[in-house]
């Protein structure tokens, strides 16, 4: 069954520093991607999509993610991290084939420290 | 704000008895998606509607039904709850009745069932 797999379910970094927050996905046809955010008691955020237009993919507050089919990977990256960037981290995959819902991985909490 | 409003925001109920989510797209969406979020489960895709029809179905339990109205706006039902019922629920909305559209959350409601 196709599905989607977030390395890490905390992730700390020192502000400043590089995020990387992983996801891998298992799908037999080519696949739509998203990133989503959620901060403390709010719903999800869409931060990016990969809709096979372009493999790097850049989406708000200075995240962006890169599709690599060879490793069937989605990781989001951020070059510098800021305090206001601590949340909840949700990759979620579909297929535009069927009518497939979103699959949504288990989440990466990303903390920052000053 | 994501333009999709959700009521109530809090809901604590007993064991047994039924309650009723709420939920009000953004002006111009015509699908409603509901989803779960617990702990131990992470998000689940509950059910979509897409203009008032019934358009794909998750892990939704029998106990719990939804509808969308002509207006659009979906409520989701739960009855004879359980202890293990208590999550947050999420409505989101999209414009079409595809999956690979962006969706749009609502803040969520929380449901503790005591």
């Known amino acids: 069954a196709q599905s989607v797999t977030q390395l890490g379910s905390h992730v700390s970094v020192s502000e400043g520093a590089l995020v990387l927050l992983r996801c891998n996905y298992s799908s037999s046809v080519p696949p739509y991607l998203f990133w989503y955010v959620q901060y403390p008691n709010q719903g999800l955020q869409l931060l990016l999509k990969?809709?096979?237009?372009?493999?790097l993919v850049k989406g708000i507050n200075g995240f962006e993610a890169e599709f690599k089919k060879s490793e069937t990977s989605f990781h989001l990256t951020k070059p510098s991290a800021h305090m206001s960037d601590a949340a909840e981290y949700f990759c979620?995959?579909?297929?535009?084939?069927?009518?497939?819902?979103?699959?949504f991985g288990k989440g990466t909490r990303l903390s920052v420290i000053a | 704000d994501s333009g999709v409003t959700q009521t109530p925001k809090h809901l604590i109920t007993a064991t047994g008895q039924r309650v009723t989510l709420r939920c009000s797209p953004r002006?111009?969406?015509?699908?409603v998606y509901w989803y779960q979020q617990s702990l131990d489960q992470g998000l689940q895709f509950l059910i979509q509607y897409y203009n008032g029809e019934e358009r794909a179905k998750g892990n939704i339990l029998e106990r719990f039904s939804a509808q969308q109205f002509p207006d659009l706006h979906s409520e989701l039902n739960l009855s004879s709850l359980e202890l293990g019922d208590s999550a947050l629920y999420f409505c989101a909305s999209s414009p079409t009745s595809g999956h690979t559209d962006t969706q749009y959350f609502g803040p969520g409601t929380r449901l503790t069932v005591l």
């Open positions: 990969y809709t096979s237009a372009a493999t």
């Open positions: 002006s111009g969406d015509l699908s």
């Open positions: 979620a995959v579909t297929w535009n084939s069927g009518n497939t819902p979103l699959v």
